[in-house]
């Protein structure tokens, strides 16, 4: 009964290489977004996606691409990875697109390590 | 300097006491959100308000929006109330959320 579940929930991996980190949400919402939250715990909003479509690509290395097969996914891939890539990646998703006033609901996180 | 700063940064409290954290911004907002994010990692949004106050069990937030300021309040608090607590806006044009740097608050039994 996950509402937004996010796969892996632990990644290592080496500088260089690609990974994709998977979202999923079985709320019937419209709108996900990915989330970045750096070692000082601080989040940071990096994509927003709202009916497949990208409304929001805050400044983010274009190693990162997200993808978002229908309303329910949206998918992380990273290239060439770095070790400032290290973080925990928050999915989320919600109601409405635009102006609104929509509760979000937060997937597990995946934290991220690079060596 | 953070469109949403909160304090205090860290807060240490004895069960029972009333905590207040704070959270002030700067931008047009159309809601304010109160997340908790427990030890484990994990973010649960508490409350989501664009006027004046709500209320749920122990918690309380309130919104001033003239003076761009909210607080969250938790009474009787509790050592399962130990968490960090993250207020968050959403800007009027656009749907994303903008964090403050979080409070993290011990509560000793």
């Known amino acids: 009964d996950t509402a937004v579940s996010q796969t892996p929930k632990y990644l290592v991996t080496q500088m260089g290489n690609d990974k994709s980190i998977k979202c999923e949400q079985n709320?019937?919402?419209?709108?996900m977004y990915w989330y970045k939250q750096d070692s000082k715990k601080f989040l940071k909003i990096m994509f927003s996606?709202?009916?497949?479509?990208?409304?929001i690509n805050e400044t983010v290395p274009n190693r990162f691409s997200p993808k978002s097969p229908d309303k329910a996914h949206l998918n992380l891939h990273i290239n060439s990875l770095e070790l400032g890539d290290s973080a925990v990646y928050f999915c989320?998703?919600?109601?409405?697109?635009?102006?609104?006033?929509?509760?979000?609901?937060f997937g597990p996180g995946t934290r991220l390590t690079v060596t | 300097k953070n469109e949403v700063e909160q304090s205090p940064q860290n807060l240490t409290a004895q069960e029972g006491e009333f905590i207040t954290i704070n959270c002030s911004y700067s931008?047009?907002?159309?809601?304010l959100h109160w997340l908790q994010q427990h030890p484990g990692g994990g973010i649960v949004s508490l409350f989501m308000?664009?006027?004046g106050k709500k209320k749920h069990g122990r918690l309380i937030a309130t919104i001033n929006i003239q003076e761009k300021h909210s607080s969250l309040h938790i009474t009787a608090s509790h050592p399962r109330d130990s968490a960090v607590y993250i207020c968050?806006?959403?800007?009027?044009?656009?749907?994303?959320?903008?964090f403050g740097k979080g409070t993290t608050l011990s509560v000793s039994s």
């Open positions: 989320a998703s919600s109601l409405g697109g635009g102006r609104g006033f929509y509760e979000q609901y």
């Open positions: 709320l019937g919402h419209d709108t």
């Open positions: 996606y709202n009916n497949k479509e990208l409304i």
């Open positions: 931008v047009g907002i159309s809601a």
């Open positions: 308000l664009s006027s």
């Open positions: 968050a806006v959403r800007a009027q044009a656009g749907t994303a959320l903008i």
